[in-house]
């Protein structure tokens, strides 16, 4: 079984759709193993995002996953990496609306930024990003 990590940014929490992400992913057999709603501090944002750093949307990405709650959860499959990024469709929400139109990012999305969710595109981020939310006692399974 592989664990991944979701990040329900802020666009997503405001129009309230969180409880509607998750039922999509508990619904294609992904198990919830942890959850949490919080709010990034510009510094947490910077180290949890510290692989973009020297891109230049870094300031802007950081800005944004500050500005409102958030909502993370680490789920459980075969292949949950993988399963999920298909889910949450491409990262511009605009092309996922042509290319993935019932993906995540289609129905949840605004744009490239405004994308509704993160998710961890590899084991590696997976590994790095699920304890930097998750102390071991918060996860369940």
């Known amino acids: 079984m592989e664990k991944t990590l979701v990040i329900v940014k802020p666009d997503a929490f405001e129009k309230q759709a969180t409880?509607?992400?998750?039922?999509i992913l508990q619904?294609?057999?992904?198990?919830?193993l942890a959850l949490k709603m919080f709010r990034f501090s510009k510094e947490k944002a910077e180290?949890?995002?510290?692989?973009h750093r020297e891109r230049k949307f870094f300031g802007e990405l950081v800005e944004f996953m500050c500005s409102g709650p958030v909502v993370a959860a680490v789920?459980?499959?075969?292949?949950?990496?993988?399963?999920?990024?298909?889910l949450i469709g491409?990262?511009?929400?605009?092309?996922?609306?042509?290319s993935a139109p019932n993906?995540?990012?289609?129905?949840?999305?605004?744009d490239k930024g405004k994308n509704a969710i993160h998710a961890s595109?590899?084991?590696?981020?997976?590994d790095y990003e699920i304890p930097f939310?998750?102390?071991?006692?918060e996860i369940v399974g």
Do not use: H, W
Not at 103 to 110: Q, V
Not at 121 to 126: G, Y
């Open 90 to 98: 491409p990262t511009d929400s605009e092309e996922a609306r042509s």
């Open 19 to 23: 409880g509607a992400i998750l039922d």
């Open 133 to 137: 939310i998750f102390s071991c006692l």
């Open 103 to 110: 993906s995540i990012r289609a129905l949840f999305g605004t």
């Open 27 to 32: 619904k294609n057999d992904l198990k919830l």
């Open 47 to 51: 180290g949890f995002y510290a692989v």
């Open 121 to 126: 595109d590899s084991k590696e981020s997976a």
């Open 75 to 86: 789920l459980e499959s075969e292949n949950a990496i993988a399963k999920v990024r298909e």
